[in-house]
């Protein structure tokens, strides 16, 4: 600043310390010299750290070593700029004036003025030509709609009411094998699929059905399904119908079956019926059989769409 | 400034040549001529921010997403956005040979397989719970000091969108390593779309590309929302609440000197950059050190998701739990009629619930103004007991999600207390109504009890026992320490020239000299 000329005229005013409202960080404030010392060490520490993080990475160390060097690093490299700030940069009080935001009722008027004026050169006068515009542009957003979304899947129909559960289906465990009579111990259960869709979305996400093997050999679960579980051998969906989860844990002893997902619990004695839980509806039933050979088959499909409602579900399929 | 004529010769008369402010006064004047940036930029040099340890809790949210946007950066380097399925040929054992698909394998990889790999999708995760932790508490502060009045109505609304579309963003982005938890999740997000009337099954088979789960287009589909369209509004809604902060300014707590008309605090430099980098650096570590020694999602032990398989004890990232108590506690009410069905069991819990709570978060700003009718400009900001009503709201308002979050462990809590879990579902389906209504009332009472208490705010004055000589004892009254207000001074605008007086002089006397 040798130039003379540009150097404005100083005055002296009377500023606080750093730090001031505080009683307890004064003596800092008050100290320049010693909390320089202080954030300087801070800063070396920081420097080894975030070397370390260099060293550690070009070693491959473990996780735990990388986060410990670059968090601690970054951590003293942060605060001791933060300190710095806090004891060696002014802190005022200093004040500034805000504006106002609003602008004068003039500038508001001409702005109104020529919206409104300007609009109304559009809207009165070329009548025709703004309602065709307005035309063009409205069926553009509407047919816009249909690559944004029409494009991105098909329309559901009835596919969400169906399975691959069809008369004669043979039941079979994740890795395709058929299930026999010796298949389940009493109280066992399994999750079977329809023949042929394991290892299928469809097969996995929706015809999920899971097996149990009760005591009893006359096992009725709803009057009207007396022949639906063979030799104790009952099928339910596994899609909760409340979310869809599957309903995967069961108590053997109360014979429930409990989705994890939202604790609905399902009767299995009665034919699925939530006894507890959000869920609205039983689980449906699959009504079983055993075939020439021994094998569990589907008598029929399911009587009724699978796991959560939808607005088009009926209680049919 | 006119060109030196003559080509300098020496260093000094190079730098004589430059003018008093040397070669950053040049490049100040080249900037000048190109960009006219010296009158607004001395004003924003000079802008004033200020101090309290609540405004910091924005700079969290602001700098977590800095840390999300450049781990996440690392992350899709390596993570493959695919649902095709491979054979397993990492270096994690247990997984060797098993197909999976290519989100899991290349997730599973990162983590293992790619140095600080594991650190940055870890720092990731916890970037994300720590982004939406600290906009909720940020929004806390907001509303419970009434900084949301007129005229900064805008800016909160813009704050919503920014914690709503934060919420998407972390579910879309928690659903992409394709593992048995988030899978779990997509599962419930399909039939919660599902769940809506009329138009609810089209929308699930649009978003999905058919029936759950779909024909392997969710993971590209998530992953192109996660990476790009969500982030890319959240930037521009970023960029508009902070635009406004600048142009509205901070609000401030009362204070000596500090009015509606101005801003009393640090200046934006070098104080303000110094303290906000610092913190910068700081939440950056902490999140880094979270990423290194706490292990979060772990999706190896977790295993690729599969439709039928689920595993006990599922409970999504925090800031979800809400909307998972509230499916949790909802009664089975199934509306079935004329050959449709309203799952209103889902509906309302897990679409209608969220919509109301962000729906009033978003006209709140006004619901107040009109029932007050107050239509000034509120650049000061209330302390939460001046405004009981205000505050009991916010309380109920904070009641009712804290019950419903903690309502998504209630088959945790049962065997944690060993209580049978309808004990439970009935405790929260009770408390959720109830608690919100008790800590209304319990909260505006406490505010005009305070409001009534003598000396409240007040720092107090130590009181000093002292013995006398014949074994007298009595008690006094400290003198006033710095801070109590006797010797604060008043706020001034901020110099050009700042000089830090020696340490000798400053020492005991308790100011600075400036020059201005």
């Not at chain 1, 550690?56 to 951590?75: C, E, R, S, V």
């Not at chain 1, 979305?201 to 579980?229: C, H, M, N, S, Y």
Request: charged residues 15%; proline residues 7%.
């Amino acid at each position: 600043m040798s130039d003379d000329q540009h150097e404005p005229t100083r005055t002296k005013v009377p500023m606080p310390i750093a730090a001031f409202d505080d009683p307890h960080l004064g003596d800092a404030a008050r100290n320049p010299q010693r909390v320089e010392a202080i954030v300087g060490g801070i800063f070396v520490l920081a420097i080894i750290f975030i070397a370390g993080f260099g060293a550690a990475y070009w070693q491959n160390w473990d996780p735990w070593i990388l986060g410990g060097t670059i968090g601690a690093g970054l951590f003293l490299l942060g605060f001791g700029l933060t300190a710095w700030g806090k004891y060696l940069m002014p802190q005022g009080p200093f004040v500034e004036e805000r504006h106002v935001l609003a602008s004068s009722t003039e500038e508001r008027d001409l702005m109104s003025a020529a919206l409104v004026e300007r609009t109304a050169v559009v809207v009165k006068r070329r009548k025709l030509l703004g309602g065709l515009f307005a035309l063009g542009a409205g069926i553009f957003g509407i047919v816009a709609l249909f690559p944004l979304l029409r494009s991105l899947g098909p329309v559901p129909g009835d596919t969400l009411a169906l399975t691959n559960w069809r008369k004669g289906t043979r039941l079979v465990d994740s890795n395709g094998r058929p299930v026999h009579l010796e298949t389940l111990v009493v109280g066992g259960i399994m999750t079977v699929y329809p023949r042929g869709m394991v290892n299928t979305d469809e097969g996995q996400a929706t015809d999920q059905t899971v097996l149990i093997r009760v005591q009893r050999t006359d096992f009725t679960t709803v009057p009207g399904r007396e022949t639906w579980a063979p030799a104790g051998y009952v099928a339910y969906s596994k899609a909760c119908t409340h979310l869809g989860c599957p309903v995967g844990l069961y108590e053997t002893e109360l014979e429930l079956l409990v989705c994890p997902c939202h604790q609905s619990m399902f009767n299995v004695r009665n034919g699925a019926v939530p006894q507890f839980g959000p869920a609205p509806r039983p689980l449906p039933q699959l009504p079983l059989t055993f075939d020439a050979n021994g094998y569990l088959v589907a008598q029929a499909g399911y009587d009724q769409p699978v796991g959560p409602g939808y607005w088009t579900r009926s209680n049919t399929t | 400034m006119s060109a030196p004529s003559t080509t300098p010769r020496t260093k000094r008369q190079a730098k004589a040549a430059l003018g008093p402010y040397g070669r950053a006064g040049s490049i100040v004047n080249d900037l000048d001529d190109r960009l006219g940036i010296a009158k607004g930029g001395r004003v924003f040099l000079d802008k004033i921010f200020p101090d309290h340890w609540s405004f910091m809790l924005g700079e969290i949210s602001l700098y977590s997403f800095v840390v999300l946007l450049a781990t996440g950066v690392f992350l899709s380097l390596y993570y493959i956005p695919s649902a095709h399925e491979v054979v397993y040929h990492g270096s994690y054992i247990p997984l060797r040979g098993q197909r999976v698909s290519e989100a899991y394998s290349s997730s599973v990889g990162l983590s293992f397989d790619v140095r600080s790999g594991l650190l940055m999708r870890q720092a990731h995760h916890w970037a994300a719970d720590i982004f939406l932790g600290s906009i909720a508490v940020h929004m806390a502060r907001v509303f419970f000091t009434g900084a949301f009045r007129k005229p900064r109505e805008f800016n909160w609304i813009v704050g919503v969108s920014m914690l709503i579309l934060g919420i998407v963003n972390g579910f879309l982005g928690y659903s992409l390593p394709d593992d048995l938890v988030s899978g779990t999740g997509i599962r419930i997000a399909y039939s919660i779309i599902e769940s809506i009337p009329l138009v609810g099954s089209y929308l699930a088979f649009f978003v999905f590309g058919g029936n759950y789960p779909g024909n392997g287009v969710i993971i590209p589909r998530f992953f192109i929302l996660h990476v790009l369209i969500v982030p890319l509004i959240l930037i521009g809604l970023l960029a508009a609440h902070l635009g406004l902060l600048v142009k509205q300014k901070h609000t401030q707590f009362k204070g000596r000197g500090k009015t509606e008309h101005n801003v009393v605090g640090s200046p934006m430099f070098p104080t303000f950059i110094a303290k906000t980098t610092g913190f910068l650096f700081m939440v950056t570590a902490v999140i880094f050190l979270l990423g290194g020694f706490a292990q979060i999602n772990p999706i190896w032990q977790f295993g690729q998701y599969e439709p039928y398989q689920i595993s006990y004890a599922v409970q999504p990232d925090w800031y979800m739990g809400w909307l998972d108590g509230a499916l949790r506690i909802m009664p089975s009410w199934e509306w079935v009629g004329w050959g449709h069905t309203i799952p209103l069991e889902v509906f309302l819990p897990a679409v209608i619930f969220p919509g109301l709570i962000f729906n009033i978060l978003i006209v709140w700003p006004f619901i107040e103004s009109r029932h007050t009718k107050d239509l000034a400009y509120h650049n000061l900001l209330d302390r939460p007991r001046d405004r009981p009503k205000r505050t009991g709201a916010g309380a109920a308002m904070l009641t009712l999600l804290g019950m419903v979050f903690f309502a998504s462990s209630t088959d945790v809590m049962a065997n944690f207390f060993q209580v049978p879990l309808i004990w439970v579902l009935w405790f929260f389906r009770i408390a959720v109504p109830v608690t919100p209504v008790i800590a209304y009332f319990l909260a505006y009472k406490i505010c005009n009890e305070m409001r009534a208490a003598e000396g409240i705010g007040k720092r107090k004055r130590a009181l000093v026992v002292s013995r006398s000589a014949t074994g007298e004892y009595s008690t006094v009254e400290s003198e006033p320490r710095p801070g109590d207000g006797a010797e604060e001074l008043d706020a001034v605008p901020v110099p050009t020239y700042i000089d830090l007086v020696p340490p000798e002089l400053a020492t005991g006397e308790g100011v600075r000299r400036v020059m201005r």
